[in-house]
């Protein structure tokens, strides 16, 4: 069966540092995936998705980044993060046939102080 | 675009009685609908799809929605609330390779 895998799970960061989260999906092959933030009142912002390796379509532009250097890895990343960039981010991964479902990671509570 | 309108930022039951979460839909091709629930501090977990076929879609712990397309709607419901329901849930519909959300509804469950 499909399980995908995001760490940490909770983190702490001061504004101005830098920042990589990732997902790892196993179990299937060729992925879709996903990054999703959730702040406060604002529901799911979709942030980034990746269709194959390399290749990356971002949603919002911000301070955030994201990459996929393996099939089914996934990174958020950023330089210099923001008060703004809390929030609870989540990883999500579905096939590639199209609408279809997404399955979704534990997620990692970010705090920026 | 296809847009997903969920009714009732907050909804709120008593144990036993009967959940319906609203959602409405917005789409210029044949939808496809899910339902997901998330707890606090978890992911989203997915509760049931509607693709085609059957306008009932069943999923599990005892959920399910019903898709009308005259209504354009894919209210979830369940026949007896739990304690254990309490959570936010989330209507959605497919664009290609993506999902649009609704805004979400937080179930609160009174004992």
């Known amino acids: 069966s499909q399980t995908i895998h995001q760490w940490p799970a909770t983190l702490v960061q001061p504004v101005g540092s830098p920042l990589s989260l990732e997902c790892t999906v196993e179990g299937t092959s060729n992925p879709n995936l996903y990054w999703y933030r959730q702040a406060a009142g604002r529901g799911l912002q979709l942030l980034f998705y990746?269709?194959?390796?390399?290749?990356i379509s971002s949603e919002v532009p911000q301070n955030l980044s994201a990459s996929r250097p393996q099939d089914r890895q996934f990174i958020l990343s950023s330089k210099k993060l923001l008060l703004s960039d809390s929030g609870f981010y989540l990883c999500?991964?579905?096939?590639?046939?199209?609408?279809?479902?997404?399955?979704f990671g534990d997620g990692t509570r970010l705090s920026i102080l | 675009a296809q847009s997903v309108t969920q009714l009732g930022s907050h909804v709120s039951v008593s144990e036993g009685a009967l959940v319906l979460l609203r959602c409405n839909y917005s789409s210029s091709v044949p939808p496809y609908l899910f339902w997901y629930v998330q707890y606090p501090n978890q992911g989203l977990q997915l509760l049931l799809k509607?693709?085609?076929?059957?306008?009932l879609v069943k999923g599990i712990n005892g959920f399910e929605a019903e898709f009308k397309k005259s209504e354009t709607s894919f209210h979830l419901t369940k026949p007896s609330a739990h304690m254990s329901d309490a959570a936010e849930y989330f209507c959605a519909v497919s664009e290609g390779n993506k999902l649009v959300f609704g805004a979400g509804t937080i179930l609160r469950v009174k004992s």
């Open positions: 509607y693709t085609t076929g059957a306008t």
């Open positions: 990746s269709v194959g390796i390399g290749q």
């Open positions: 999500a991964w579905s096939s590639r046939i199209r609408n279809q479902p997404q399955h």
